[in-house]
């Protein structure tokens, strides 16, 4: 079985404290996704990453950035966060080189920023 | 960007037949359909996908008209534990970021 994990499923930041959010998949999956979810609004997709140190914008990449250094792990980065990034984060990962679908996703990270 | 419309929610009672229907009018011809299925606190989990006519598996089916300008996920005699949202997704041809969930329908199973 796939399995995609994240660093923590509850957290606590301030505003204006740069936030870490990692995700971590287990297959060797060429494709990393990261999304928010809020109610009424369903996954809008942050970024996403199809290779090591390559990553492209999402529709909504305004307050993030991401890391891919390794194939393995994605990481989401809000330089300064603010009270509207809090949300649940999602992550996910896919096989296929260019493919979105059949999506794995890790449990949600969700965040509260005060 | 094929962008998708679902009914915001649907009720059911248990041992029923459930369809729910997604519109995709801006489907590429290299795009998958593809439904998810996701319970509270959780994250999204793959049930089936299709590209055109129809596909079952031990879950689902999915029933793609010709057109492929939308697309149906039937579930045979639902249970309480089917009680969740259903995205449907659209895309993933060699660009992945084309893909765009739906706002996703809520499904309550009634007893």
């Known amino acids: 079985d796939v399995k995609v994990t994240q660093s923590s499923r509850y957290l606590v930041k301030r505003t204006g404290e740069k936030v870490f959010l990692e995700c971590v998949q287990d297959m060797d999956h060429e494709n990393m996704f990261w999304y928010r979810q809020d109610p009424g609004l369903g996954l809008r997709l942050i970024y996403f990453?199809?290779?090591?140190?390559?990553?492209e914008k999402g529709d909504i990449p305004e307050g993030y950035s991401v890391s891919r250094e390794k194939k393995e792990r994605f990481s989401l980065i809000l330089e300064s966060a603010s009270t509207n990034q809090t949300s649940m984060y999602l992550c996910?990962?896919?096989?296929?080189?260019?493919?979105?679908?059949?999506?794995?996703f890790g449990p949600g990270t969700r965040l509260t920023v005060t | 960007l094929a962008k998708t419309t679902q009914p915001i929610s649907m009720d059911s009672y248990e041992g029923q037949e459930v369809n729910i229907t997604c519109s995709h009018n801006n489907i590429a011809t290299n795009d998958y359909i593809t439904w998810y299925q996701q319970f509270p606190s959780q994250g999204p989990r793959f049930i089936i996908q299709?590209?055109?006519t129809k596909v079952t598996n031990e879950v689902a089916s999915l029933f793609i008209p010709a057109d492929r300008k939308s697309s149906t996920l039937s579930l045979p005699r639902v249970s309480l534990s089917d009680t969740a949202v259903y995205y449907c997704l659209v895309g993933g041809d060699t660009n992945a970021g084309k893909s765009t969930f739906g706002d996703g329908t809520t499904l309550t199973v009634k007893p």
């Open positions: 299709g590209y055109k």
């Open positions: 996910a990962s896919s096989l296929l080189p260019g493919q979105a679908y059949e999506q794995y």
């Open positions: 990453s199809y290779d090591v140190k390559m990553k």
